[in-house]
């Protein structure tokens, strides 16, 4: 039996093929509706009362469960045979569980994680044994909890307007890996294309003082810069110049260039891979590589139809980026969830824009006990993600009001600025900032003629639309983001019971191109915005208003799209 997504599951750090082993597949499985299991001593349990399969959520029909109710408790069991004796660590890692996370390895407890999006690591070397091992799994989600974020999973038993089916517990790869005593735990680089430099950290887990580090980068094969360094302990830093003599790679939309890193440390041998490449804002422009470039954005929830958060094959990822730019888009947001690392991956490889983004939907914004839930795991995916050339900015909140604590967009802006100190922050997308780089609104007016007199005579005027303008004013000369628009409903099926979008559906075919042009063109126009994104790159569930179909049919002409797109912008030039 094959197993589900084979592939390498963190590919912005790599070893090698025979230091991991992938516990994809066949799992016993339980749903613990009285939340009882621990008392119970179910990880000491002989064996569960059903199956699933791993890493695809109960709710989806590729688990092969298909509950669709709530699940206050989930559990899992399995067993695993270490491939051969293994000297050094033995990490057992997820990535992802919704939401709070209890393991066990032979009985034993392992570690607990609370965090629904990002991945996590037990070190099991003293728990494992030869032979056959038991590994048991505990998932608690609390979907209703105004301290746990479910950006858009339904709170309701049923979907309803633009919430969808939960996911509860395992939905992303469980893997072993095999690592030396001492081994690079986390690598951080910032490229510096106008200096022609790349700076580097790596943070290490054992005994490395006095130890040495030794970084390549190389191009197609072909070595480029090196360097060596001793290292401080738990970390070195190190930095990359490239020769004035040779070429250096630049990453652009039309061209992603891709360097592969590849860091030794003693006995351990780490790849990642990099981009030399540029973000700035100037002005009114969000410049790449010194240039203006129009963000233009679709908005992607990362749902399917089969696997709900999990895409059934690594292609189904690199597929939806083929489809939005196909149809004009160089880029997305990362709507209102932590898409899976393949998603980074392939946008790095294809050209194109990310803003990555947090869903924060379902938490209570004003409570200090669900700030420290987004801060820590909004610190995660950045760690996950940073080096990604793709990743052009930070939004950690969505559409919140005037009546949320302030102080805490003021800390989560200052948290991330830490962290990154280059790319641009949004500190919520919509509606009431607080503390921005970019000022950013959404606008779903249909109507073409209302909707460009407000980012053309209305802007020139000095009254530009902001989302609420009780509480806030937009501070003249800030990029302006119109980040979310469009929603357009429309139909393929005749069937539209139940289902939404923005505004009257078109009455054909032709008025759809005519409001989709008219929209897009007003925004491309105006000389005061510097990017949009359209709502959304596929219908999701009853939400019918995407540019393909749930399943990722066209519904649409993708080249007469994209030629609306691709008209130059204000902006660019």
């Known amino acids: 039996m094959s197993i589900p997504r084979p592939e390498y599951p963190r590919p912005l750090l790599r070893r090698g093929e025979k230091s991991w082993l992938n516990l994809n597949g ?8 009285g939340k009882s299991g621990i008392e119970r001593r179910l990880f000491e349990a002989p064996s569960l009362s059903g ?10 029909p590729l688990s092969g469960v298909e509950h669709f109710d709530f699940m206050p408790q989930v559990w899992y069991r399995r067993t695993f045979t270490l491939p051969e004796k293994k000297n050094g660590r033995i990490l057992l890692h997820f990535g992802a569980v919704d939401y709070q996370t209890e393991t066990w390895v032979n009985g034993v407890h392992a570690g607990h994680h609370c965090g629904g999006y990002t991945p996590f690591t037990f070190d099991i070397t003293a728990l494992v044994k030869e032979g056959e091992n038991v590994l048991s799994v505990t998932a608690i989600d609390d979907t209703k909890s105004p301290l746990q974020p479910t950006g858009k999973q339904s709170q309701q038993y049923d979907r309803y307007s633009c919430l969808y089916t939960r996911t509860t517990g395992i939905w992303q790869t469980v893997w072993l890996e095999f690592v030396p005593e001492t081994y690079i735990d986390f690598v951080k680089v910032t490229p510096d294309p106008d200096n022609r430099t790349l700076y580097g950290e790596i943070r290490i887990k054992g ?9 390549v980068a190389s191009f197609e094969g072909k070595e480029a810069v090196r360097t060596t360094v001793r290292t401080g302990g738990n970390h070195a830093l190190f930095t990359l110049v490239f020769p004035e003599d040779a070429e250096m790679k630049i990453w652009d939309l039309e061209t992603p260039n891709l360097y592969q890193l590849t860091l030794t440390l003693g006995e351990d ?6 981009g030399m490449r540029k973000v700035a804002l100037n002005g009114r422009a969000f410049e790449l590589n010194g240039r203006p470039v129009f963000m233009r954005l679709v908005l992607d929830q990362g749902f399917y139809p089969d696997g709900i958060y999990t895409a059934k094959t690594e292609d189904e990822i690199r597929n939806d980026i083929v489809l939005s730019k196909k149809a004009g888009f160089n880029g997305a947001r990362l709507h209102m969830k932590i ?4 998603a980074i991956y392939w946008a790095d490889k294809l050209g194109y824009l990310l803003w990555g983004e947090f869903p924060n939907w379902g938490m209570s914004d004003s409570d200090p006990a669900a700030f420290q839930s987004i801060q820590t795991e909004f610190l995660a995916e950045m760690e996950r993600d940073y080096n990604s050339p793709a990743i052009i900015g930070w939004c950690p909140y969505n559409e919140t009001g005037a009546g949320r604590n302030a102080d805490t967009f003021r800390a989560m802006y200052h948290d991330i600025r830490a962290f990154d100190a280059v790319r641009p922050i949004i500190d919520t997308s919509g509606y009431v900032h607080t503390l921005t780089d970019i000022y950013d609104v959404h606008d779903y007016d249909q109507n073409v003629d209302s909707f460009r007199r407000r980012y053309h005579e209305e802007f020139a005027a000095g009254k530009p639309f902001v989302n609420h303008p009780r509480f806030e004013h937009y501070d003249d000369g800030m990029p302006y983001f119109v980040s979310e628009f469009g929603g357009i409903h429309w139909v393929i099926d005749n069937d539209r019971s139940g289902s939404w979008g923005y ?16 929209l897009v063109s007003a925004l491309l126009e105006s000389p005061y915005v510097c990017g949009f994104c359209y709502t959304q790159l596929t219908d999701v569930f009853q939400e019918k208003n995407g ?12 080249e007469r799209l994209s030629a609306i797109m691709k008209k130059k912008a204000a902006i660019e030039k």
Do not use: Q
């Open 339 to 342: 898409f899976e690392p393949a």
């Open 51 to 60: 199956k699933i399969t791993v890493p695809f959520c109960p709710e989806s």
């Open 547 to 558: 540019i393909y179909a749930f399943d990722r049919r066209e519904k649409f002409d993708s």
């Open 207 to 215: 005994n490395a003082v006095g130890k040495t580090l030794t970084a």
């Open 503 to 518: 505004g009257k559906s078109p009455e054909d075919m032709e008025e759809f191109y005519t409001r989709f042009e008219g």
């Open 269 to 274: 041998t780490v790849e990642t891979h990099f």
């Open 26 to 33: 066949t799992w016993e499985f339980e749903i613990d509706g």
